[in-house]
């Protein structure tokens, strides 16, 4: 064992799908960093950084959605079949850690719906390297210590944010000290478990800049250049029910970086490489305009003639949004805004305790077109207490916007208002692992035929916009004429006939690979309803 050594590892996923480029681990970057100035050797084991991938058994608490996604489609309209593991072998990261030797391993644990993968992970890092110390960190571990705690192979929980803690906590352990001084710590002592309060960072400005050197930015590259991450702010001082971070959470304030640090650290990463791509992971990028301009003046003047793209996919606050803030995003390097709205319901916006953004929301759209922007528009769908009805009016009011229409199926965000409210009403699932979109995990006002119903819904209006785009139209409805297997597929045009028939008769099908026709279950009330009011109104395309 080497006292100096230290390893932090995302796990694996296992689910219907990933999206890769969200899951560098900025986070473990920056641990890595406040760990690194305490003098120890760090290391990154991340699990995600492989295109490994095997189709695993769907796990019994599953079982309820292969009615949805028990057949593969291979058209447009297809949502989810295979369940998969994504990322490295349990066997492999056990087998890693043990040739490393390290005398710590910390685990992030950041979304509730995942964290059997990384109680799995400690479990298995323990059976191949019994003598090291497990420490577990992230949302879920904050807020559920004494449940990761009755793991025996977990030795500790860091609470909260991890860059001061975590490197306390190596230092401690290897001096032998008092481990109840660390902040945000949590372990067990004979029968007695000592809890702290979580901890969160105050002062940004005396962290290093995250260890990049330590992520496989080849694995993340996108159109063979360096694809980064930013996080510039923490927290958001918006109260909505949904979230786990908002101001009606449990998580700490908003808390912005000052901008020479953000700026510190983007050239840090651009030293050496050329960066193609940034995406900053901020919920209130552009809340403080000051701030915002004199931001991205300077990232403007560091990539000029770069070609650099800049992202923020997490959604921006449509009232944030001004000409001023959206030319200059086109100037340096941004090609879409990710828009945060909702919902359109007043009811809906009561319980999500949101304003009604509707006339920010279409400035923002009017300045997107007249700075050739595209945009993504994001609506929240089957919350507790919310109606499939409702949901429809959000997509029908996309379906007439020059946006893509991005629906959310409500997960309970441990931490949140909402989250509290399912609790106390009985309405969440049995298993943690459920609490993920693709499990549509409340069958509450909407139920799940509903809420796939409206995912499904939203897929078609998507393609016709696509179809507004490319073709100029849509085309008229046609009946089915009975096909069992269709010869042809070109999912392009089996996308169109699948879309003719549906506005026929109200029926959303798909096809098999092998070219079987099959009809998905679907809640027949919402697709007439859709489909009534889908040929009445102006649907735009989102050139």
């Known amino acids: 064992m080497n006292k100096s050594k230290v390893v932090l590892v995302q796990p694996p996923i296992e689910d219907f799908y990933l999206t890769k480029k969200r899951t560098l681990p900025y986070g ?53 079949h295979e369940f998969k593991h994504f990322g490295y072998s349990y066997e492999y990261i056990g087998t890693t850690i043990k040739e490393k030797a390290p005398f710590i391993v910390g685990i992030s644990s950041l979304f509730t719906a995942y964290s059997n993968e990384a109680i799995k992970t400690a479990q298995t890092i323990k059976k191949f390297y019994p003598s090291c ?28 944010e991890g860059e001061t803690s975590m490197g306390r906590l190596c230092h401690a352990i290897k001096k032998d000290l008092n481990l109840e001084q660390i902040p945000g710590i949590a372990f067990k002592k004979n029968t007695v478990t000592h809890i702290s309060d979580p901890s969160w960072i105050t002062d940004f400005s005396s962290l290093p ?55 510190r650290e983007i050239k840090h990463q651009a030293q050496n490489h050329t960066i193609g791509f940034i ?7 552009c809340l403080k305009k000051q701030w915002f301009v004199e931001l991205f ?5 560091l990539f000029a003639n770069q070609n650099v793209e800049l992202r923020a996919m997490n959604g921006l606050y449509p009232p944030s949004i001004d000409e001023d803030i959206v030319s200059l995003m086109k100037a340096a390097g941004f090609k ?38 595209e945009c993504v528009s994001y609506i929240i769908a089957a919350a507790p207490g919310q109606t499939a009805q409702s949901s429809l009016e959000d997509l029908l009011y996309l379906a007439q916007k020059r946006t893509l229409a991005g629906l959310s199926i409500y997960y309970p965000a441990p931490g949140s208002l909402d989250y509290q409210f399912c609790k106390e009403n009985h309405l969440l699932p049995k298993n943690f692992s459920l609490m993920r979109s693709t499990a549509f995990p409340l069958n509450n006002t909407t139920s799940r035929i509903e809420a796939v119903t409206l995912l499904r819904l939203s897929r078609i209006i998507n ?7 490319t073709k100029g139209d849509i085309p008229d409805p046609k009946p089915f004429e009975g096909l069992k297997k269709t010869s042809s597929l070109d999912r392009q045009t089996l996308s169109e006939d699948l879309l003719q028939w549906f506005l026929h008769d109200g029926k959303i099908r798909g096809v098999q690979p092998g070219g079987k026709i099959y009809t998905h279950i ?22």
């Open 463 to 469: 393609f016709m916009k696509h179809l507004i785009d």
């Open 336 to 373: 879409a805004l990710n828009l945060s709205l909702g919902s359109t319901s007043k009811d809906q916006l009561k319980r999500f305790k949101r304003h009604d953004v509707r006339a920010s929301f279409e400035t923002a759209l009017f300045l997107a077109k007249k700075y050739d922007l």
């Open 209 to 263: 800049v995250p260890a990049s050197d330590l992520i496989n930015h080849d694995f993340y590259q996108r159109k063979n250049k360096r694809s980064i991450i930013v996080v510039s702010s923490r927290g958001c001082p918006m109260q909505c029910s949904y979230c786990s971070v908002s101001a009606a959470s449990s998580h700490a304030p908003f808390r912005q970086r000052k901008v020479k640090d953000v700026i």
């Open 133 to 160: 110390k497990i420490v577990m960190g992230g949302h879920h571990p904050t807020l559920f210590p004494e449940k990761i705690l009755k793991y025996p192979e977990i030795d500790f929980v860091l609470r909260g």
């Open 279 to 285: 995406d900053f992971e901020d919920e209130n990028l």
């Open 522 to 543: 679907v809640d027949t009330d919402l697709t007439n309803a859709f489909i009534k009011r889908i040929k009445i109104i102006p649907i735009s395309g989102i050139k």
């Open 297 to 301: 003046l300077q990232i403007k003047q």
């Open 28 to 80: 473990l970057a920056s641990i890595a960093a406040a760990i690194r100035e305490k003098g120890f050797d760090v290391e990154i084991l991340d699990s995600l950084a492989t295109n490994k991938s095997k189709t695993i058994a769907l796990p019994d608490e599953f079982s309820f959605l292969l009615p949805f996604y028990g057949k593969k489609d291979v058209t447009t309209f297809s949502l989810f």
